[in-house]
């Protein structure tokens, strides 16, 4: 799917989506968008339940509004995409973020990630205490380089917020 907060997407089929999720809280939707002042304008109109995860992609620190904007929407669970990482982030503002997913570019022609800029999202996580999930080095060959950090993986997720039980009369 593409990033359902562009600017081709109207409101009304935004909306009809994010009801269907509400309506099927068994299942858990990781909705990721690089319009994140399109996702801040329209957030108070849209059905947050706790299934619906929100995310950003944040590549470096050009980016560094999109995660304001995310924190100021309603979603419950929010999290940041850092890949591909092609810069460092090293005063990620993460209060109220729940979840960060970092990883190189893969491919033909990928931009090469530091381990120190890894290193440093590691740290401000552990600090945060914000779930941390390393997906991989990248580079031309990924199946090479792996997903190891430190000699181990890292795969924490946000934990999955209750959804109140509401009881007809």
């Given amino acids: 799917m593409s990033d359902l907060f562009q600017e081709a997407v109207p409101l009304d089929f935004i909306q009809r989506v994010f009801e269907t999720m509400a309506a099927t809280p068994q299942h858990t939707y990781q ?3 690089k319009r994140s002042e399109r996702l801040l304008e329209f957030s108070p109109l849209l059905p947050w339940t706790p299934n619906i995860w929100m995310g950003v992609s944040v590549e470096d620190a050009r980016v560094i509004s999109r ?6 929407t309603a979603a419950q669970v929010k999290f940041l995409s850092c ?10 503002p993460l209060n109220g973020i ?17 381990g120190a800029w890894v290193h440093s999202i590691h740290r401000q996580c552990r600090a945060h205490r914000v779930a941390f999930f390393f997906k991989q080095w990248g580079g031309v060959r990924k199946d ?3 997903r190891l950090l430190n000699g181990r993986t890292y795969d924490a997720m946000p934990r999955r917020k209750e959804i109140p039980l509401v009881l007809a009369p």
């Fill in 31 to 33: 909705i990721l968008t």
């Fill in 67 to 72: 995660i304001w904007h995310l924190a100021a």
């Fill in 83 to 92: 890949e591909p990482l092609i810069g460092p982030l090293d005063e990620l």
């Fill in 98 to 114: 729940d979840w960060v997913i970092v990883g190189g570019e893969s491919g033909r022609g990928a931009r090469p990630m530091e």
């Fill in 144 to 146: 090479i380089t792996g």
